[in-house]
């Protein structure tokens, strides 16, 4: 992988921002979740499609930090239109395990 200097690094804008909503996305090629993220008053609440169906369940995502990149185009997944890119991690089986804080954060906090 080639090396980044540093002003690369922050021209991606990482926030952490609480999920406000979440419903199934069944339309989806790949079992998913739609998800509207509240990041605070300066970005607001945007969407996402996020493949997390195997280790989150539906009712159990209001409430949840998580950390997401921010400045990415609008993207569309299918039906819906993906405002951001909630991160995640693949666990051993490549399914994607959520990259949060470890304690709740300002939603909008920027990550550096």
């Known amino acids: 992988m080639s090396q980044i200097n ?41 969407k996402s499609s996020a493949q997390i169906t195997t280790h989150y369940a539906l009712k159990d995502l209001p409430g949840r930090m998580v950390m997401a990149v921010v400045n990415f185009p609008p993207r569309q997944i299918g039906k819906f239109m993906s405002e951001v890119l909630v991160l995640g991690v693949p666990d051993d089986e490549g399914e994607v395990v959520l990259l949060m804080p470890a304690q709740d954060v300002t939603p909008g906090a920027r990550m550096f």
């Open 6 to 46: 540093f002003d690369d690094f922050l021209k991606v804008d990482i926030r952490a921002g609480r999920i406000s909503r979440a419903e199934l996305y069944p339309e989806a090629r790949k079992p998913a979740y739609k998800l509207w993220v509240d990041f605070g008053g300066e970005i607001g609440e945007k």
